[in-house]
């Protein structure tokens, strides 16, 4: 058999602008839109090279526009460096030290299997993702990672205000009265703190609800009546919730959902 002669091969924009006798900018969309097979196969990249006797064909219902972005939800394991870093939801310290990106979780084959993505999944997806919903490496729970650049900037300028909601584990006895001091009636970094919703879930299990929280705060907060956190789960931020997704799973922001 003779083998394929590589050095005919050609840009995959080149050869389906030849073929349609449409525009090079034109095939490019159709490409990165995920509407174009070679050999029978998906094929997002452009840049690809294919030989003469390569089938090229475009799918039906293609349309040459560009992609949305997108901003994906992720449910981040323990042990994973997501955003800025920090010790607390809405910390900015440094990142630990070898840790694994969070980003690295967000593949075609983690996306939650009934969270129904309002595109079809592409490979462009998960390329220029920006997270501004940072939790530090050893806490679990719900980061925002977009594409756009209006969400981009609607997260770093509204988390400061933005009710997050967690769930702390915590070990030693409570102090008297200790229950309604972490409600209102601390300081942290000498400035009193404002009320904040704080309830017991189980016995070893706080739910926090506040805004603004500050590198450390949680944390400080329970060892000023007695405890000590042992983990951290972030379950909401603003009206976007973490459930259904299991850890390591991710899903779409749906159109109609808002922060």
């Not at 440094?94 to 840790?99: D, E, F, I, K, L």
């Not at 694994?100 to 129904?116: C, F, K, R, V, W």
């Not at 929280?213 to 944390?219: C, D, E, N, S």
Request: glycine residues 10%.
């Amino acid at each position: 058999m003779t083998a394929p002669d590589e050095t005919q091969a050609i840009r995959l924009s080149k050869r389906l602008a030849a073929d349609l006798g449409c525009s090079r900018r034109e095939a490019e969309l159709y490409i990165e839109g995920g509407w174009v097979q070679v050999d029978g196969r998906l094929a997002e990249e452009p840049g690809l090279r294919v030989r003469p006797d390569q089938q090229v064909q475009l799918q039906s219902g293609a349309r040459a526009e560009e992609a949305p972005p997108v901003t994906l939800l992720l449910h981040k394991p323990p042990g994973y460096e997501a955003g800025l870093g920090g010790i607390e939801p809405g910390a900015h310290a440094s990142r630990s030290r070898g840790a694994p990106e969070a980003l690295t979780l967000l593949q075609p084959d983690s996306l939650h299997a009934e969270g129904g993505p309002p595109v079809r999944v592409l490979q462009r997806h998960f390329r220029q993702l920006q997270c501004h919903t940072p939790l530090p490496t050893e806490a679990s729970g719900l980061v925002v990672y977009t594409q756009d650049r209006r969400m981009a900037r609607r997260l770093a300028e509204d988390i400061e205000t933005l009710e997050q909601e967690c769930i702390v584990q915590v070990t030693g006895r409570i102090a008297d009265g200790g229950l309604q001091r972490l409600c209102h009636g601390l300081e942290f970094n000498g400035r009193a703190l404002p009320p904040i919703k704080v309830s017991w879930q189980s016995e070893q299990r706080l739910r926090f609800a506040l805004k603004g929280i500050r590198p450390g705060q949680v944390p400080a907060m329970c060892a000023a009546v007695g405890l000590s956190v042992v983990a951290l789960k972030r379950l909401r931020i603003g009206r976007v919730a973490l459930a259904p997704l299991a850890e390591g799973q991710w899903r779409y922001l749906r159109p109609w959902e808002r922060f």
